[in-house]
């Protein structure tokens, strides 16, 4: 199998492309699922697919979506929250039914029985057609961290220390990023029909490249990828610069 890869010569041109593979996956099906993904990589994404809606009709209007992952610990409507950066960054901007869209609920009384609902959630949506990912620098997918089994569903986590320190940019200091979220799993991510992992910059290109090259193993989560039939890693040059041509 292996996991197919592309270089594109910039962010731009990256994001350009997944948004091509989400608008022709909305085109072929109209009621398909879309596992989404948040972090600052699709920004890109979004922002071209709100405009395709906007310019030229792209229509959201029976697709589902779920997404990966959500902090634990944050208020509702807190402006990190990913609920929010969904709203703010995508759904405010297409025609998409609010109640096809989903997150994992990290306000419910009992965390992991609320897991355990977003995985059958997820299930229940007759499974995603198209999982986007973005990575972490130290290989995690999601908030799977370093460590995580194969065959790990939706379940609370603890955040890897260099993720809090890489997220903490995001927020007024280190002290104030969440230390566990709710995220799928890796068999929850393996699930879906295809899968698009975009990254760019040089900061992922270690990550990249023993994804793609290193041993399958829980020391790099996206390495499990690998054993998926259907994977195709969208980078920059920077984020390829570990590949061989
Ligand atoms: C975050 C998210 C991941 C994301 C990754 C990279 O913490 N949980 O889904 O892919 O880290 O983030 P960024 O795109 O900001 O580099």
Known sequence: MGIHWTV????????????????AVLIEKTACVLGLATGSTPLEVYAELARRHREEALDFGKATTVNLDEYIGLPPGHPQSYVHYMHEHLFR???????????????????????????RLVESTGGVDLQLLGIGTNGHIGFNEPGAEEDSVTRVVDLAPGT??????????????????????????????????????????EAVAEAINGPISRDNPASFLQTHANVHFVLDSAAAVGLAN
């Open 8 to 23: 594109y010569p910039n962010h731009h041109e990256a994001s350009l492309a997944v948004a091509d593979t989400i608008s």
């Open 93 to 119: 901007h297409i025609n998409i039914d609010r109640d096809r869209t989903h997150l994992p609920n990290v306000h419910a009384a009992d965390l992991s029985e609320s897991a355990n609902d977003f995985e």
């Open 164 to 205: 809090i320190h890489s997220n903490s940019r995001f927020f007024e200091s280190e002290s104030d990023v969440p230390r566990r979220a709710i995220t799928m799993g890796i068999a929850t991510i393996l699930r879906a029909q295809k899968i698009v992992l975009l990254a760019t910059g040089d900061s992922k290109a």
